[in-house]
């Protein structure tokens, strides 16, 4: 013997690390495309279906964004310095996207009783700073609120 050890890679082993590679979102396209090429050469192809774990990850990740879009369109609503036609895209938008708006049902009065509820459970917080705490006592007092507990 020589004393040198021959290594054999496993042919099967290379070619799921080189199609991971070509999915990976973390790896740089000039390295997926050497990995794809490196696959050409073996006589692989890439199945163009994505794995189902990076499509579960791609679609939370889609899903969420949707969420956040539809969220920032109904605060659009509610925002006294959006316009009245941005204000109305928001509420065709929201509809298009089946999100029930229930705001416009509110009366004013429960609308009132909301915000003061807020500003009550900011004072009773820790997480709200000592002036946001001051704050909210003295709107509760013009408000003429009392009970702060």
């Given amino acids: 013997m020589s004393g040198t050890t021959e290594h054999t890679k496993d042919t099967a082993r290379v070619v799921a690390g080189l199609k991971a590679a070509v999915h990976n979102p973390n790896v ?17 192809s890439v199945d163009p279906i994505m794995p ?12 969420a964004h949707e969420k956040s879009v539809l969220r920032g369109y109904k605060a659009a609503t509610s925002n006294p310095n959006v316009s009245e036609e941005a204000k109305q895209h928001a509420r065709e938008v929201l509809e298009a996207a089946d999100i029930q708006h229930k705001l416009e049902s509110h009366s004013e009065e429960e609308h ?6 807020g500003y009550k459970a900011a004072i009773h917080n820790p997480n ?12 509760l007092a013009e408000s003429g609120v009392t009970d702060l507990e």
């Fill in 128 to 139: 709200v700073s000592a002036a946001a705490k001051q704050h909210a006592r003295e709107y």
């Fill in 52 to 63: 189902a774990q990076a499509k579960a990850t791609q679609s939370t990740a889609a899903e």
């Fill in 28 to 44: 740089s396209e000039d390295a997926k495309e050497n990995a794809l090429k490196r696959l050409e050469e073996m006589g692989q």
């Fill in 112 to 117: 009132q009783h909301r915000v003061l509820a």
